[in-house]
């Protein structure tokens, strides 16, 4: 399996965007 080709479409800061949602979304669950 080739994982470069998949990475290379994601720039570091959808990467970071996409964690940042995901991690809010579980704070707002908590809350």
Do not use: A, H, Y
């Not at 998949?6 to 959808?14: C, E, G, I, K, V």
Request: charge should be negative.
């Amino acid at each position: 399996m080739n994982f470069e080709s998949p990475l290379r479409t994601f720039t570091t800061n959808d990467i970071f965007e996409g964690v940042k949602d995901w991690l809010l979304q579980c704070v707002g669950d908590t809350l």
